[in-house]
């Protein structure tokens, strides 16, 4: 009887410890799926303003590069001279 309780007690221990070992793993990824998500939040995050600007700065670019196509297109050689 004295090593059939030895033995319950060695399996109760083996149980501890792996249940340990679960809650351990349990709250790391827990922890780390928060990260994650906080990580993916911040990369999908969109300053309006900025964008609004970058869009802005993009058009006039553009429209620059029109207002060039359209005079070198008129331009000939008397007009350069």
């Not at 709250?27 to 900025?50: I, Y």
Request: hydrophobic share 50%; proline share 0%; no cysteine.
């Amino acid at each position: 009887m004295r090593a059939g309780l030895d033995q319950l007690v060695g399996l109760r221990a083996n149980l501890g410890f792996a249940e340990e070992r679960i809650g351990h793993s349990i709250s790391r990824n827990a922890a780390e799926h928060s990260a994650l998500k906080m990580a993916r939040s911040d990369l999908l995050a969109v300053d309006l303003f900025e964008t609004a600007s970058a869009l802005e700065q993009a058009q006039l670019r553009l429209e620059t590069i029109y207002t060039l196509t359209a005079r070198t297109a008129r331009l000939n050689l008397v007009n350069f001279l």
